[in-house]
């Protein structure tokens, strides 16, 4: 008996729970249904970032962030990954390569969170800047 009494209580557990566990009629058990309609425009996580270049002052290199100084004593704070590159001159370099408040020059894409990536920073020396302007 006591198998009987555990078979039908098996019995009722899945005919109480089997009608949650099937689709209803109109859903689909297809996984990226549900996943189209959430993300955002097509083609928006692919679509590559346009490079902005911001020039200014080095006031603090981390190891996770970059503090620039742009005119205007305006402070700005850029993130850094292990994919940033530094360079002086045409020689790429680490980060400690460039010395803290020099003028240096940043080219900057947005991230998808609205976050300012650093791609590459460079160091440009104010004597050769004018030079090339004249």
């Given at each position: 008996?006591?198998?009987?009494?555990?078979?039908?209580?098996?019995?009722?557990?899945?005919?109480?729970?089997?009608?949650?566990?099937?689709?209803?009629?109109?859903?689909s058990r297809r996984a990226g249904?549900?996943?189209?309609?959430?993300?955002?425009?097509?083609?928006?996580?692919?679509?590559?970032?346009?490079?902005?270049?911001?020039?200014?002052?080095?006031?603090?290199?981390?190891?996770?962030?970059?503090?620039?100084?742009?005119?205007?004593?305006?402070?700005?704070?850029?993130?850094?990954?292990?994919?940033?590159?530094?360079?002086?001159?045409?020689?790429?370099?680490?980060?400690?390569?460039?010395?803290?408040?020099?003028?240096?020059?940043?080219?900057?894409?947005?991230?998808?969170?609205?976050?300012?990536?650093?791609?590459?920073v460079r160091h440009t020396p104010?004597?050769?800047?004018?030079?090339?302007?004249?």
């Open positions: 008996m006591k198998r009987r009494h555990g078979l039908s209580l098996g019995l009722c557990a899945l005919l109480l729970l089997g009608p949650g566990l099937s689709p209803v009629s109109g859903q249904s549900r996943q189209s309609r959430t993300s955002g425009p097509r083609g928006a996580d692919t679509a590559v970032a346009e490079l902005v270049t911001l020039d200014g002052t080095l006031r603090a290199v981390g190891k996770k962030q970059i503090e620039l100084v742009l005119e205007g004593d305006q402070s700005l704070a850029l993130r850094r990954t292990s994919k940033t590159k530094f360079f002086l001159g045409k020689k790429e370099v680490s980060a400690t390569g460039i010395p803290l408040g020099s003028a240096v020059t940043a080219e900057v894409k947005r991230e998808l969170n609205g976050d300012l990536l650093a791609v590459n104010k004597e050769a800047g004018v030079e090339q302007r004249k």
